[in-house]
């Protein structure tokens, strides 16, 4: 999530916080960081690096509909934000 090279982790619970890996397994940092709002289930959300800056971006799938919108990760070492690059599939 934050370009580091190591896997961070996101705890997906309708409100997606991130932990980062803090290179002293088995222990990963809180960040803090509250990565989206909003009901999310976990099925429904897709961490993948859409831009290839090796950063994973966020691709959340509507099930009923099959639309996807995809939120390019704007980490910038210090905050977390978000580009909505807007509905990629579906109606």
Same mark, same amino acid.
């Given at each position: 999530? *934050?370009? %580091?090279?190591?896997?961070?982790?996101?705890?997906?619970?309708? $409100?997606?916080?991130?932990?980062?890996?803090?290179?002293?397994?088995?222990?990963?940092?809180?960040?803090?960081?509250?990565?989206?709002?909003?009901?999310?289930? *976990?099925?429904?959300?897709?961490? $993948?690096?859409?831009?290839?800056?090796?950063?994973?971006?966020?691709?959340?799938?509507?099930?009923? #509909?099959?639309?996807?919108?995809?939120?390019?990760?704007?980490?910038? #070492? %210090?905050?977390?934000?978000?580009?909505? *690059?807007? $509905? $990629?599939?579906?109606?």
């Amino acid at each position: 999530m *934050r370009g %580091t090279g190591a896997d961070d982790y996101v705890s997906p619970d309708g $409100v997606g916080y991130l932990y980062g890996n803090s290179h002293n397994p088995p222990y990963w940092e809180p960040v803090g960081l509250e990565i989206f709002n909003g009901g999310v289930i *976990r099925k429904a959300f897709h961490l $993948v690096d859409f831009n290839g800056d090796g950063k994973c971006d966020l691709w959340l799938v509507d099930g009923d #509909s099959g639309a996807a919108e995809v939120w390019i990760n704007m980490w910038n #070492s %210090t905050a977390m934000n978000w580009n909505k *690059r807007g $509905v $990629v599939t579906g109606e």
